[in-house]
Nanobody
């Protein structure tokens, strides 16, 4: 599975962005798509994910109520709608795919994701 993330950019506090993650290759083989982010000097953080077989979603506490993950199966694309952005959301955002089953409590653990796309930079100015 190859993944391509796009949609990052510069936005003011309170603004919105929509990230896209296009999957190609063996697209029948992934079980979940997740969004992760990493700011300079910090560890990679799980932001949100959507499980393939049941469409269940999970969000980090820091983004719950502001971010929404969705998918368009016909386009092999997963979206991350980010609203009410804050300066602390500034990071490089990555999408990743898992090739194995993931239980709900592990959906935001990056170690469960084997396939990673390049990042897209999101900068939120204050």
């Amino acid at each position: 599975v190859q993944l391509q993330a796009s949609g990052g950019g510069l936005v003011q506090t309170g603004g919105s962005l929509r990230l896209s993650c296009l999957a190609s290759g063996f697209t029948e083989g992934y079980t979940a798509i997740g969004w992760f982010r990493q700011a300079p000097g910090t560890e990679r953080e799980g932001v949100s994910c959507i499980r393939r077989w049941d469409g269940s979603t999970k969000y980090a506490k820091s983004v719950k109520g502001r971010f929404t993950i969705s998918r368009d199966n016909a386009k092999n694309t997963v979206y991350l709608q980010m609203n009410s952005l804050k300066p602390e959301d500034t990071a490089v955002y990555f999408c990743a795919a898992s090739g194995s089953g993931i239980i709900s409590s592990e959906m935001l653990n990056s170690r469960n994701y084997a396939f990673w796309g390049q990042g897209t930079l999101v900068t939120v100015s204050s």
